[in-house]
């Protein structure tokens, strides 16, 4: 039955909450500005505001701040707890399992030493202990088994959070890290089990240990197996509701929570389940990055404070005296330095380098929750004093200090493998880009031709990582099916999803399937010269209800057949817009994959008036407004900029012009282009999709194959 709490004990539970957010702030602000990442500061604030320093400065002030009440530490370290929950959620959201399975054997042997040397190291150095620092009821193998375990373990939350202050968690080191951190926390967690339930009861049996080793690996099946069609159905349900963010937020912490329980449930921690639930969400195809992106806000602003300053405040160094001091020393010092060899020597076993070696050495060695809870669970069974139980609190402060700047000093210039490298810039570009990003590609059925073109085009433009899901005209079973066999060819080494569709309900269908996550539509189409129809009823429909940018392919007019063309030559007008910037992106990686080359242009505009003249004269640049021709040369240079960087050959060209769209027909002729990549910003004029004059002259009169790359209308109703 809940109990009321008083006025007071209120009144004390939200200056605590205060004074540790406060303090955490401002410590974390101060630990970026010297160049440490601000979980250092976080922690240190704990320190400060505990029994170590306000307690000795002001014994009754500190007496009233943290009183000696079950009730009051319950409250407080409840908050931790949801605290700790939201950290490990959000490394959840930064952990590639794939990648992980990549690097599986770096991973495997890292975490088997940096587990195997610092716990063989711990049961040597807890079996020398003086008997003075034991708890009341501790057993002298129990008693060693806790402090092993203790300096044996890492923190994932803490691990986590430097890595993400050093901009590391997406390198293959971060990753490793972020791999054996976890490993050590289960393996952490299963341990503690053990050793707690031999110290309450005496003994321990081999079942005791099966079942929970069992029930840990039925969890993480049915998590990445059931968890995943559960969060996969939550995340898609909300993409499709009106409040589409509060429903993804209500999935991830739903998910959160009850992966949270079953994690307890199993005799572990709730933690854990929610690291589980932060990957599954980051796993699932309709993944929603804004609803991500607020619980990292969230986290970073209000939990990690909290959690971390929480963590501090229960580290008292005045009990450090004596021979207390002196096992502290060797305590703290068997910890760092048998992690850092352990990893290290892991790492190279490996093949990593020496500089990586080094890197997760130090990152390795980052404690925290955990070992605060071994600490907590040992003084709570007796097993530890008060003065055993703050020699081991202190060691995840000093670690993780000793890990920040370590980690900082050994990844500077850290290169990485060819593959890492190029890995990392392609996700910076995908973060960076318009159009061609990180999300599945949704391909709604097209004349069978221009189907199979439009697929082409897209699956050259995508990372082959980004699945892509193609619908198709279900014709009944009067008529043979669509054969899918020429795009599904054309989409081979990337995951596809096939749904078949009814021809009466085919728009309604593409438009709600677009809103579950996908990133752009790529859509085969037909345009007849000199009759002025670009689109069928399909493609009107997904211009005016999608919005997302929607890649429209009309193939040559001269390319028979079904299958598609190889391109030797693209044009691609460039002007300072959105859209044109998003059709960059998609032909410089086209280009970068097939070897297209490109030529950049812009058109730069004259009045019909003055051109016979100034062709006669061949001054067409010399009477050109400078300011026309400065944009010109800007846009083109921007353009080419980014051109190089995926690797695309492409030439510039500034061409003079009374209609845009005539001259960009022209120069694809002139050049022999096989193909033109056009921006198009969509404006939805009385109820019909509008492309503008020059988009829809171009779709109508080049004879080359036209990719349309269309921005939705975002304009205010």
């Known amino acids: 039955?809940?109990?009321?709490?008083?006025?007071?004990?209120?009144?004390?539970?939200?200056?605590?909450?205060?004074?540790?957010?406060?303090?955490?702030?401002?410590?974390?602000?101060?630990?970026?500005?010297?160049?440490?990442?601000?979980?250092?500061?976080?922690?240190?604030?704990?320190?400060?505001?505990?029994?170590?320093?306000?307690?000795?400065?002001?014994?009754?002030?500190?007496?009233?701040?943290?009183?000696?009440?079950?009730?009051?530490?319950?409250?407080?370290?409840?908050?931790?707890?949801?605290?700790?929950?939201?950290?490990?959620?959000?490394?959840?959201?930064?952990?590639?399992?794939?990648?992980?399975?990549?690097?599986?054997?770096?991973?495997?042997?890292?975490?088997?030493?940096?587990?195997?040397?610092?716990?063989?190291?711990g049961l040597a150095l807890g079996a020398q202990m003086p008997e003075s620092l034991y708890g009341e009821s501790a057993d002298h193998t129990v008693f060693t088994l806790f402090v092993a375990t203790s300096v044996a373990v890492s923190a994932l939350a803490v691990v986590a959070k430097i890595l993400a202050d050093l901009g590391l968690m997406r390198r293959d080191v971060g990753q490793i890290t972020i791999a054996a951190g976890m490993a050590n926390d289960l393996i952490g967690w299963v341990i503690l089990g053990v050793i707690a339930a031999l110290a309450a009861s005496g003994q321990v049996s081999a079942w005791d240990i099966s079942k929970t080793a069992i029930g840990l690996g039925v969890f993480f099946v049915a998590s990445l197996t059931i968890g995943q069609r559960a969060v996969d159905t939550g995340l898609r349900a909300a993409r499709r509701s009106e409040s589409e963010r509060r429903g993804a937020l209500t999935v991830i912490l739903g998910a959160m929570l009850f992966l949270g329980v079953i994690t307890q449930g199993l005799g572990l921690e709730a933690v854990l389940g929610a690291f589980a639930a932060g990957v599954l969400v980051a796993r699932s195809r309709y993944q929603h990055i804004e609803g991500e992106h607020v619980i990292e806000d969230l986290t970073t602003v209000v939990f990690a404070p909290l959690f971390f300053a929480t963590a501090g405040l229960r580290l008292n160094l005045g009990l450090l005296r004596g021979d207390a001091l002196v096992w502290a020393f060797w305590l703290l010092a068997a910890a760092l330095t048998l992690k850092f060899v352990g990893s290290f020597v892991g790492a190279r076993a490996a093949g990593l380098t020496t500089k990586e070696g080094l890197v997760l050495g130090a990152g390795l060695n980052a404690r925290g929750a955990l070992e605060i809870i071994i600490a907590s669970v040992g003084l709570s069974l007796g097993v530890f004093n008060q003065t055993s139980f703050t020699m081991i609190v202190m060691i995840p402060l000093v670690t993780s200090l000793f890990a920040s700047v370590a980690m900082r000093i050994f990844a500077k210039d850290l290169e990485g493998s060819v593959a890492e490298r190029e890995r990392l810039a392609t996700e910076a570009a995908l973060?960076?880009?318009?159009?061609?990003?990180?999300?599945?590609?949704?391909i709604p059925p097209g004349t069978e031709s221009n189907g199979v073109l439009a697929a082409q085009i897209a699956h050259f433009a995508w990372p082959e990582s980004l699945g892509a899901t193609v619908m198709a005209i279900d014709k009944g079973a009067d008529e043979a099916p669509e054969d899918l066999e020429p795009l599904l060819n054309v989409l081979y080494g990337r995951d596809v999803d096939v749904q078949a569709v009814p021809m009466e309900d085919a728009a309604e269908r593409v438009v709600n399937e677009a809103r579950l996550g996908y990133g752009v539509v790529a859509v085969g189409t037909v345009a007849e010269p000199g009759q002025g129809v670009f689109f069928s009823p399909l493609v009107d429909e997904i211009l005016g209800r999608v919005d997302l940018p929607v890649v429209i392919v009309r193939k040559a007019r001269n390319l028979p057949g079904?299958?598609?063309?190889?391109?030797?030559?693209?044009?691609?007008?460039?002007?300072?817009?959105?859209?044109?910037?998003?059709?960059?992106?998609?032909?410089?990686?086209?280009?970068?994959?097939?070897?297209?080359?490109?030529?950049?242009?812009?058109?730069?505009?004259?009045?019909?008036?003055?051109?016979?003249?100034?062709?006669?004269?061949?001054?067409?640049?010399?009477?050109?407004?400078?300011?026309?021709?400065?944009?010109?040369?800007?846009?083109?240079?921007?353009?080419?900029?980014?051109?190089?960087?995926?690797?695309?050959?492409?030439?510039?060209?500034?061409?003079?012009?009374?209609?845009?769209?005539?001259?960009?027909?022209?120069?694809?002729?002139?050049?022999?282009a096989d193909l033109i990549v056009i921006g198009v910003q969509l404006r939805n004029l009385e109820g019909r999709p509008n492309l503008g004059p020059n988009a829809e002259h171009v779709l109508e009169h080049a004879p080359q194959t036209v990719v349309a790359v269309v921005m939705p209308d975002r304009r205010p109703e």
Not at 87 to 99: H, I, K, S, Y
Not at 431 to 442: E, G
Request: charged share 20%; net charge negative.
């Open 1 to 121: 039955m809940l109990e009321s709490l008083s006025h007071h004990e209120l009144l004390v539970f939200w200056m605590q909450l205060l004074a540790l957010y406060a303090t955490a702030r401002f410590f974390g602000w101060v630990a970026l500005r010297i160049g440490l990442p601000s979980v250092i500061g976080e922690l240190s604030a704990g320190v400060v505001l505990g029994p170590s320093v306000f307690g000795s400065v002001w014994p009754s002030g500190f007496d009233w701040f943290l009183p000696h009440s079950e009730v009051q530490s319950s409250m407080l370290l409840a908050v931790a707890w949801f605290c700790a929950a939201f950290l490990l959620v959000v490394a959840g959201f930064e952990t590639d399992l794939e990648l992980i399975k990549r690097l599986g054997r770096a991973a495997a042997l890292v975490t088997l030493g940096s587990v195997l040397a610092p716990f063989i190291g």
């Open 431 to 442: 973060d960076n880009n318009v159009l061609v990003r990180n999300n599945r590609i949704l």
């Open 562 to 672: 079904r299958l598609p063309g190889a391109f030797a030559r693209a044009l691609v007008p460039v002007v300072a817009s959105e859209s044109s910037r998003a059709a960059e992106e998609l032909a410089a990686n086209f280009a970068s994959r097939l070897g297209t080359q490109l030529m950049l242009s812009h058109v730069v505009y004259q009045p019909r008036a003055t051109m016979h003249g100034q062709r006669l004269l061949g001054l067409l640049k010399d009477v050109a407004f400078p300011e026309d021709v400065e944009v010109a040369e800007k846009v083109l240079a921007r353009a080419h900029r980014h051109a190089l960087e995926v690797r695309a050959v492409a030439d510039t060209e500034i061409r003079f012009a009374s209609s845009p769209a005539e001259e960009i027909v022209r120069h694809a002729n002139d050049i022999e």
